[in-house]
């Protein structure tokens, strides 16, 4: 009776297969070193969205960290670098309406947090600056209608909503 060979791998291939194996992986890599010029292209496209992704989290990181220094003009250059390295994502757009606001540029403040604010409806943070803009111009009406928006969209911060609100209906009042 013959004697079978005994397994190599796991697995039904036998020991015996791995020439062939390795044949077709050199052949396989041969081809690959070899594509269009087109996969290169997707390489590359692939590679400056990362590189782009990072310079926008590092402009973004930055611009904040200006905000908290109270420096608005720096952080808005930051932002808008942010916004320049990636145009797909509007948290530095946000931002730079947010620093437009603290630099008391209202009418493109308004432009930027009315744009995300339709944009994203379920995003707090650009109907709360919306609704604090209009409370720094004098339109409580419509300040109250943000702060109740946010109210609506994120329950769970008061900070955001209840205090504004009651405090646009007591100023109102009077």
């Known amino acids: ?95 730079q309406g947010i620093a437009l606001l603290n630099l008391q540029r209202t009418d493109e403040a308004r432009t930027i947090l009315t744009e995300i604010s339709t944009q994203h409806p379920n995003d707090p943070h650009a109907w709360y600056n919306l609704g604090l803009l209009e409370k720094s111009v004098g339109k409580i009406e419509e300040a109250t209608a943000n702060f109740e928006h946010v109210a609506r969209i994120d329950p769970n911060d008061p900070d955001r909503s209840e205090e504004h609100t009651s405090e646009l209906q007591s100023h109102h009042d009077l």
């Open 1 to 95: 009776m013959p004697r079978t060979p005994k397994r190599f791998m796991a697995g039904r291939t036998s020991w015996t297969a791995w020439p062939a194996r390795l044949f077709l992986g050199a052949s396989l890599f041969a081809a690959l070193a070899f594509l269009p010029t087109r996969w290169e292209t997707h390489a590359l496209r692939f590679f400056k969205g990362v590189i782009n992704r990072g310079a926008e989290l590092r402009f973004n990181n930055l611009g904040i960290a200006y905000m908290d220094q109270q420096r608005p003009a720096d952080a808005l250059k930051a932002f808008e670098q942010a916004t320049d390295a990636n145009t797909r994502d509007y948290i530095p757009r946000l931002n």
